[in-house]
């Protein structure tokens, strides 16, 4: 088998190995929940509805996205060293490597798929907009598309757990993404009382932009998470990776200030190391433009771009550093 079997084996097993862990439809379901109960929750603000709740929902699903990013690369990757099935993988001809990278693929791999659901019930939520008055019609084609594409991937999940033995989880989140597409396409093509309309009426590319940039910095989560967790247990591990969340959304806070203020009022010491630290630590408000999305600022695709480099350069460093970890772990 050559090198790019393997990681694309290894990739595949940790995907459907973290796709099935029941905390990743719990923190889904729960977070949709969520999501969907910003919008009457959002109805309290007199004038910035929309705006608060875009920025309820949008936390939402980050921070869920960060909490799975810590828990399921801590299950793929520690919890195998610990019960030793990783020796099984390592005593056959498969470099340590290999095994770093393909977790990260396969975790990273079902966490777009969790954000993914999140996402598309955002956009059916957003869609459907806040009632700012008792007068505001339902959409009734978000309800009744978005509604439809749950029960159905309820209904498939069970058929096929029940018949077929498969993971309930791993069918409804696999299967709830597409249906939920489909519920979106859909109710973009009628307004509220399913009249026909344009299909980029109603459709704001802006959200999901913000939305690509959130799943970015859960990739950099996600990437520290698996380095960490060649060496630390799960406690750990979910500790340093929010422990890096928090750092990252404070950075410019906590580095920013002193390198802005320059070496001769802050002090050589304090500049340089305040530098060092804010190029070492992952700034997450690069990925945070939820301000932009509310003020109608339009995203630049160089934007995208830069941040996307920005994005692997980090989980490319986090990664380099969990492979020179795990090259001397015991697994036996």
Same mark, same amino acid.
Request: aromatic content about 8%; overall charge neutral; glycine content about 6%.
């Given at each position: 088998?050559?090198?790019?079997?393997?990681l694309l084996a290894i990739a595949r097993n940790t995907f459907l190995e973290s796709i099935r862990q029941p905390v990743a439809l719990v923190v889904t379901v729960i977070a949709g929940l969520l999501v969907v109960m910003a919008n009457p929750f959002s109805a309290y603000t007199m004038m910035d509805d929309d705006r608060m709740f875009l920025d309820m929902s949008l936390s939402t699903v980050f921070l869920s996205g960060a909490l799975l990013a810590a828990m399921l690369a801590t299950n793929v990757v520690s919890r195998e060293i610990e019960n030793r099935t990783a020796l099984t993988v390592i005593s056959k001809p498969v470099a340590r490597a290999s095994v770093v990278l393909g977790k990260?693929?396969?975790a990273a791999a079902?966490?777009?798929?969790?954000?993914?659901a999140l996402m598309l019930v955002l956009a059916l939520v957003e869609l459907h907009g806040v009632?700012?008055?008792?007068?505001?019609?339902?959409?009734?084609?978000?309800i009744a598309f978005g509604s439809a594409a749950v029960i159905l991937a309820f209904g498939v999940a069970t058929w096929c757990n029940y018949f077929y033995a498969s993971s309930f989880a791993a069918v409804f989140i696999m299967s709830v993404s597409? &249906?939920? *597409?489909? %519920?979106?396409?859909l109710a973009l093509l009628f307004d509220t009382g399913f009249a026909p309309q344009s299909i980029a009426k109603d459709f704001r590319p802006e959200v999901w932009?913000?939305?690509?940039?959130?799943?970015?910095g859960v990739a950099v989560l996600c990437a520290v998470a698996v380095a960490v967790s060649t060496r630390l247990g799960q406690v750990l591990t979910v500790t340093v990776t929010v422990g890096t969340l928090l750092v990252g959304l404070l950075s410019d806070w906590f580095f920013g200030r002193t390198v802005a203020a320059g070496a001769e009022k802050a002090g050589e010491a304090a500049y340089w190391a305040s530098k060092t630290a804010w190029g070492i630590v992952p700034n997450f408000q690069v990925f945070w433009v939820?301000?932009?999305v509310n003020?109608?600022?339009?995203?630049?695709?160089?934007? &995208?771009? *830069?941040? %996307?480099?920005?994005a692997t350069c980090f989980v490319a460093a986090a990664l380099a550093l969990g492979v020179a970890l795990f090259q001397r772990r015991e697994v036996g």
């Open positions: 088998m050559g090198l790019l079997e393997q990260y693929l396969g079902a966490l777009l798929a969790c954000m993914l009632q700012q008055t008792v007068r505001t019609p339902y959409h009734l084609p978000v597409p &249906l939920l *597409l489909v %519920a979106y396409v932009k913000a939305g690509l940039l959130m799943a970015l939820t301000d932009a003020q109608g600022v339009a995203i630049p695709a160089n934007y &995208l771009a *830069l941040t %996307a480099l920005y």
